[in-house]
């Protein structure tokens, strides 16, 4: 439960911060993690409300962002048949390359460096979420 | 750890129809009506947050001067070509001289998109509530910032002069080669300068003004930036310009929408 809290208030933080100061595509690697570690009907709901909310802060067409978030859950969801999404390893390379899509289908800034770093840190919360529990 | 529902597959495509219902019927008013409700609510901590970030407080006042005074002195030089201009075709008897009165509406800008020290668009607070529309200019004293792109009911974004979307035609203020001024991110290009024209490193670039049939456009004699450098062959029909612009978009806290000039 504590997770699900802290995952929900991530995303509200992430919508605040990147259509303000911070251009990054934060919502979306949240949502992501969010499905990785809780994949249940209320996460998809709870990502669903809050994409539509960065929509409409964004300006862009209100449903894009949960169409492609639902869209990458699928992927992940067809993926797990054949990769072992527990493997931290595989979890980064879903959120590097999922992140780097969507920044260049949402024009945020498609610099491949700043989108290494940040994968390597969130990599390390995850790790010490899951390892504590 | 990952207890998967039953049949998740069909819960995520029901999600998924409703995504794409929300895309088709994004004009109907229901959805403008949240998306309205939502800009009014985020508005205030969205500004606060920028406010926070471009920083309120006072710059250097030495660079604040010195800035103030190159800004003048930008402006004198081109109102000296300006009034050179307008007296040679005063001459001729083509032209009449204009003194342009912009209505401006001044916007709080609330966010950024695009890259994380480069921004390609910046988000006001003001929308189609506030009569925006899409393709009006958008200044910053005498500087050009952009264009308004898409229009909210209560934001509006403005597409950088850096921006990739971003065209407008221009000329030079000492030379006046005129060209086509094309967002490159982080820069801007002049294209379309035909060969013959003579452009310099250093020189400043003016819009050369447009103006579409609803009477929405960019104003002339704005600046869009200083050339920093010629790409020009000898056997190509036109040249092309690297152009740094006047101002640092990241840092703008309040632009100026033009509503008509």
């Given amino acids: 439960m504590r997770l699900n809290y802290f995952f929900i208030s991530s995303l509200f933080i992430s919508l605040l911060l990147e259509t303000t100061i911070f251009p990054y595509p934060l919502f979306y690697i949240f949502a992501l993690l969010f499905y990785i570690l809780i994949p249940s009907s209320a996460t998809v709901f709870v990502v669903f409300l809050l994409g539509i909310v960065l929509d409409a802060l964004r300006l862009s067409a209100i449903g894009a962002t949960p169409a492609v978030l639902i869209l990458s859950f699928i992927l992940i969801l067809l993926a797990q048949k054949f990769v072992n999404l527990r493997d931290y390893k595989v979890i980064i390379l879903f959120l590097f390359l999922g992140a780097f899509a969507y920044a260049k289908m949402f024009n945020y800034s498609s610099n491949l460096l700043s989108y290494l770093i940040p994968f390597i840190i969130c990599e390390a919360v995850v790790f010490y979420i899951t390892s504590k529990k | ?261």
């Avoid at chain 2, 403008?32 to 800009?39: I, N, P, R």
């Avoid at chain 2, 308004?148 to 850096?162: F, I, P």
């Avoid at chain 2, 035909?194 to 003004?209: A, P, W």
């Fill in chain 2, 1 to 261: 750890m990952f207890n998967m529902q039953k049949k998740p597959l069909i819960a995520l495509s029901i999600f998924l129809v409703f995504a794409i219902l929300l895309i088709v019927f994004n004009s109907s008013p229901v959805v403008k009506l949240f998306s309205s409700a939502v800009q009014s609510v985020f508005s205030v901590p969205k500004s606060i947050i920028y406010s926070l970030n471009t920083g309120n407080n006072p710059d250097d006042p030495t660079l604040s001067r010195l800035k103030k005074e190159n800004d003048n002195l930008t402006r004198k030089l081109i109102d000296f070509e300006r009034t050179k201009r307008d007296n040679e075709a005063l001459k001729s008897q083509f032209e009449t001289a204009e003194t342009s009165s912009f209505k401006l509406i001044p916007a709080r800008v609330i966010g950024t998109l695009g890259g994380l020290s480069s921004p390609i668009s910046l988000i006001t607070d003001h929308g189609s509530n506030q009569k925006i529309e899409p393709g009006m200019g958008v200044v910053s004293g005498n500087n050009l910032v952009g264009k308004v792109g898409k229009v909210g009911q209560n934001y509006s974004e403005v597409l950088l002069a850096t921006n990739n979307s971003f065209t407008t035609l221009a000329r030079t203020v000492t030379n006046g080669a005129t060209g086509v001024a094309r967002g490159q991110e982080s820069f801007i290009v002049l294209d379309r300068v035909e060969n013959i024209r003579q452009i310099e490193k250093g020189e400043i670039l003016v819009t050369s003004g447009e103006l579409n049939s609803s009477g929405i456009g960019i104003p002339n004699d704005l600046i869009v930036g200083k050339i920093t450098s010629v790409n020009k062959i000898p056997s190509a029909v036109f040249q092309t310009a690297k152009v740094e612009p006047a101002i640092n978009f990241a840092k703008l806290g309040t632009v100026f929408i033009v509503l008509s000039f």
